[in-house]
């Protein structure tokens, strides 16, 4: 799939000059204790469609979640703190509004000049937000004359400001939610080959559908993290104290029995742990010399060396979730070596989720990277084969 076939109108298809756009961005970013954004990552991604706005003379209006607030207004969860380092980055007037509907905000947004913006306060101060309440969409709706989506990482829910609100106002995508689902759908397509997905992360129930759809396109699929324990449980390595996901056991199994092309590649040797600690005792071992009350907390030196040379030497490399304890730093080093892989291989990559972000920030490889998605949960459902409300709801392009 390439720019040409891209099936959604985007803000290129429209005439933004004196309009109201209300876009839905994804500012939830990390933040320290004083909640000052810390990774301006997501914040950074929108600025070709915050920009291309602002030179044509629209309106714009931010709405976007942060966090986890429940549905009650919780400043520990404002994003008036953005309002500094978007006026930076946009180089233009940035007003905040402390609410997201009502009286105010319509009139904040009302008073917006062409070239500026009015950043909202967190929609999930509201519960209706992630109901997908469609009289709260309506209320979002008289903020704005024109709806864009440019948070990919969010169009995997329906929510309110996500898919009721195209209801209401003519929707189209922006530019980097555009760039992330022809890249995606590139890869599902016609990936140029060996294709080589990279799956890691703690749970088999959050990846044993993107395995299953993405086996058939794929040359190679390397399983590591935690997810990797229950697939050498499941084929009869003894795993000591290491999590497991009972659950999948069987699921696992016949997953591997019917991968006839032998395309699954799990690890041969693994660090494994006397306690689940920075500091704990620690050892490289074979994926059969487990301790009994020890845990794998990452990949070993072979299965390093192993993987990485299956990424350098791949034509497209995508990768997903962390290959062990990431956020020790002791047990880092697989997957810091997998994002150093993954930077050097001679193809396109694609890094999604927010531990494989991490990784490829630490090591300092981002810009090595073709692609760095801001959607993980997006990025999963849309690799598993899944419709996305978000992108559903947009309007289709002219032939």
């Given at each position: 799939m390439s720019i040409a076939t891209y099936h959604k109108k985007t803000i290129r298809d429209i005439d933004v000059r004196g309009k109201r756009v209300l876009v839905r961005v994804d500012f939830n970013v990390p933040r320290d204790d004083a909640g000052n954004p810390t990774d301006l990552t997501r914040v950074n991604s929108t600025l070709p469609t915050l920009n291309y706005l602002l030179k044509r003379g629209a309106h714009v209006v931010l709405m976007s979640h942060l966090g986890r607030p429940k549905g009650e207004r919780n400043l520990k969860y404002s994003l008036a703190n953005l309002v500094p380092?978007?006026?930076?980055?946009?180089?233009?007037?940035?007003?905040?509004?402390d609410d997201c509907i009502g009286p105010k905000a319509e009139e904040m947004a009302a008073a917006v000049q062409p070239g500026e913006v009015l950043l909202l306060e967190n929609l999930r101060f509201y519960r209706e937000e992630e109901a997908n309440d469609k009289g709260f969409a309506a209320k979002l709706a008289k903020l704005g004359e024109i709806y864009v989506n440019d948070a990919f990482g969010t169009v995997h829910r329906a929510h309110a400001s996500i898919s009721a609100i195209a209801e209401f106002l003519p929707a189209v995508s922006g530019l980097l939610l555009e760039k992330d689902?022809?890249?995606?759908?590139?890869?599902?397509?016609?990936?140029?080959?060996?294709?080589?997905?990279i799956m890691g992360g703690s749970k088999v129930s959050d990846k044993i559908g993107v395995i299953r759809n993405l086996l058939p396109k794929v040359d190679r699929l390397l399983i590591g993290g935690a997810m990797a324990n229950t697939f050498l449980y499941a084929m009869g390595h003894k795993m000591g104290a290491s999590k497991l996901s009972d659950d999948y056991v069987e699921l696992v199994r016949e997953l591997l029995q019917n991968d006839v092309e032998k395309k699954i590649m799990l690890p041969e040797d693994l660090v494994v742990a006397d306690s689940f600690d920075n500091n704990a005792r620690s050892r490289n071992v074979g994926i059969d010399d487990v301790p009994e009350g020890w845990m794998a907390l990452d990949m070993g030196e072979k299965t390093i060396n192993t993987y990485s040379a299956i990424i350098r030497s791949a034509a497209t490399v995508i990768w997903n979730g962390p290959m062990g304890v990431f956020e020790m730093p002791n047990?880092?080093?697989?997957?810091?070596?997998?994002?150093?892989?993954?930077?050097?291989?001679?193809?396109?990559?694609?890094?999604?989720?927010?531990?494989?972000?991490?990784?490829?920030?630490?090591?300092?490889?981002?810009?090595?990277?073709?692609?760095?998605?801001?959607?993980?949960?997006s990025t999963l459902e849309y690799l598993e084969g899944r419709r996305l409300p978000g992108v559903d709801v947009l309007l289709e392009a002219e032939d």
């Open positions: 380092q978007l006026q930076r980055l946009l180089d233009t007037k940035v007003d905040f509004c689902l022809v890249m995606m759908s590139k890869i599902l397509a016609a990936p140029y080959r060996p294709c080589v997905a047990f880092a080093k697989g997957t810091e070596a997998i994002a150093v892989a993954c930077a050097k291989s001679q193809g396109s990559t694609i890094v999604g989720g927010g531990d494989s972000l991490a990784a490829i920030d630490q090591v300092g490889v981002s810009y090595m990277i073709t692609h760095v998605s801001t959607g993980g949960g």
